[in-house]
């Protein structure tokens, strides 16, 4: 009893912001040995899981192993509508196609962190399997258990109201299609990061409503993505969970020092008592942060690779970033001529999507060939021997004629 204890307190504490109703209630249903069926949603805007979802992934993980029933719900209804959650304008509609598209490759990425096979596997569902056949009665019925008062209390919509800019009458039914996923699921508890708290609660309102049950709300911190800003699809700022090691070693190097301590708490498995030791550390002066962040780097691709390709990363890194020396492997491609206008070369590579960012990037100084830095956009390219682009940190390219 005591070991299920330590572990619910565990469950309730590392990655958690708040628990609807209360942190109480669900400590007591959990330590009476009741096995919950709890879930966590996410709309396919795009092909990649990333690290801000791991965070999210990493509690029902838990849950999991613990007994509970773990569902991924996959939005491929709400994706179409668009989360405006955060949002300060209007998300550009996704067909159908486009939503599944993205949701191909989700399971498999998921299957980083949970499991789909043994005796407690996580289940996978996809939302337009009842929300495709509301009626318009049923949708005017859902709604009936919101004021449009509740709606506008949602601040990204006050922001708006005030800014002068529009607010989709279609954004006001999102949360109510989430909501109305908990009660076709019948579920006891909802995870999902803070923006998402609107939403899940909307959940509990028709869950007393529709079905006379409560249902918890568990949330947790949002992860910041390599501009500082929340780990987005949309900010293209993300870490995704199956990169390959290489380059998830060189993103997580590259997040602003204030976060260290952040990501070791929610994206690794690193003891509390070690985080501690290490932030204080990190606040007295004691330690580089460099050396952190490569200590981080490490335990993020060993947990989302192995050990080995995280050794074999965290000396890629040390070559290419600290030694200056050209990178073990990288993509090549093979062009029909022996010169080459320099930004023709970007854009054929796909290493920019046009001329004007490629200009851009050499006046920046954010172009080399063969370790020597360009200068001059309407530079050619002698093709006679392989040369080696680099484009910003991260991007190289072997070209060959």
């Given at each position: 009893m005591k070991r299920l204890e330590e572990k619910v307190n565990h469950l309730l504490s590392r990655r958690v912001v708040e628990i609807f109703p209360d942190r109480k209630q669900l400590r007591q249903q959990l330590e009476s040995g009741q096995k919950l069926r709890l879930?966590?949603?996410?709309?396919?805007s795009s092909p990649t899981i990333h690290?801000?979802?791991?965070?999210?992934?990493?509690?029902?993980?838990?849950?999991?192993?613990?007994?509970?029933?773990?569902?991924?719900?996959?939005?491929?209804?709400?994706g179409r509508i668009g989360d405006p959650s955060g949002r300060t304008a209007e998300r550009k509609p996704l067909t159908h196609a486009q939503v599944l598209e993205n949701a191909q490759t989700y399971q498999e990425q998921a299957a980083k962190v949970l499991s789909f096979q043994g005796t407690n596997p996580a289940k996978v569902k996809f939302n337009s399997a009842w929300l495709?056949?509301?009626?318009?009665?049923?949708?005017?019925?859902?709604?009936?258990?919101f004021t449009v008062q509740q709606m506008l209390e949602r601040d990204m919509f006050q922001t708006r109201l005030s800014e002068g800019k529009p607010?989709?009458?279609h954004e006001f039914l999102y949360p109510v299609m989430q909501g109305y996923d908990s009660v076709v699921m019948d579920v006891d508890l909802e995870i999902g990061g803070t923006d998402q708290t609107f939403n899940m609660l909307a959940g509990r309102t028709l869950m007393a409503a529709l079905k006379q049950k409560e249902k918890f709300v568990l949330t947790v911190p949002l992860l910041e993505g390599?501009?500082?800003?929340?780990?987005?699809?949309?900010f293209g700022n993300v870490i995704g969970v199956t990169e390959k090691p290489q380059d998830m070693f060189g993103k997580v190097m590259s997040i602003r020092d204030e976060l260290i301590i952040k990501y070791f708490t929610l994206v690794t498995e690193v003891s509390e008592e070690e985080i501690k030791r290490l932030e204080a550390q990190l606040n007295l002066k004691e330690v580089n942060p460099m050396e952190l962040k490569k200590k981080?780097?490490?335990?993020?691709v060993k947990e989302f690779h192995s050990e080995k390709e995280a050794h074999e990363a965290a000396k890629e890194f040390?070559?290419?970033?600290?030694?200056?020396?050209?990178?073990?492997?990288?993509?090549?491609?093979?062009?029909?001529?022996?010169?080459?206008?320099?930004?023709?070369l970007l854009v054929i590579s796909n290493l920019v999507v046009s001329r004007t960012e490629g200009r851009r990037l050499i006046e920046q100084g954010g172009v080399e060939i063969n370790q020597h830095k360009v200068t001059t956009p309407n530079e050619t390219i002698d093709l006679n021997e392989p040369v080696i682009l680099r484009i910003g940190k991260r991007k190289f390219l072997r070209v060959k004629a």
């Open positions: 879930y966590f949603g996410v709309d396919p690290l801000g979802h791991a965070v999210v992934l990493k509690k029902l993980r838990q849950f999991q192993e613990l007994g509970h029933e773990v569902i991924l719900l996959i939005g491929d209804f709400t495709d056949e509301l009626t318009f009665k049923d949708v005017i019925g859902l709604t009936s258990h607010i989709g009458l390599l501009d500082g800003r929340k780990m987005s699809k949309s981080l780097a490490f335990e993020i040390e070559k290419v970033f600290q030694k200056a020396e050209i990178p073990t492997e990288m993509p090549e491609i093979k062009v029909t001529e022996n010169k080459v206008p320099l930004l023709d």
